[in-house]
């Protein structure tokens, strides 16, 4: 069991910065891709980065590259997202996701834990 606590959230103007964080329960942290997504009001939760439970592959989704950047802390359990040039269209609940050695192209429903999500909002 993984048990995740998502946190970093906030209210930002357009062009700042954020840094989410993902704290993970249980010893085996190391052995998961962690994988952030995020869900707008009245559309589909999308990947937006994922790492590899190694930390040698990394996923950005067309929309985040050259701004967002996910890495992980094995000794800490804990993986961040930190997000730059911040745009509106960036609003959303982020969530954090945990699945056992996948794939960083891993789809949604191969993850298998989920952070109960953190409110982040881009005003123009």
């Known amino acids: 069991q993984v048990q995740l606590v998502d946190s970093g959230g906030g209210l930002v103007q357009a062009g700042g910065s954020l840094r989410l964080s993902c704290a993970a329960s249980?010893?085996?942290?190391?052995?998961?891709?962690m994988g952030w997504f995020r869900q707008a009001p009245g559309k589909e939760r999308d990947i937006v980065a994922a790492?590899?439970?190694?930390?040698?592959?990394?996923f950005y989704a067309d929309s985040v590259k050259g701004r967002f950047t996910i890495s992980r802390d094995n000794a800490k359990n804990t993986v961040y997202l930190q997000m730059n040039s911040l745009k509106p269209e960036d609003t959303a609940v982020y969530y954090c996701?945990?699945?056992?050695?996948?794939?960083?192209?891993?789809?949604?429903?191969?993850?298998?834990?989920w952070g109960q999500g953190t409110q982040v909002t881009v005003s123009s």
């Open positions: 996701a945990a699945g056992y050695r996948l794939s960083v192209g891993a789809t949604l429903n191969q993850y298998d834990y």
């Open positions: 249980g010893r085996t942290f190391s052995s998961y891709t």
């Open positions: 790492i590899s439970w190694n930390g040698i592959s990394r």
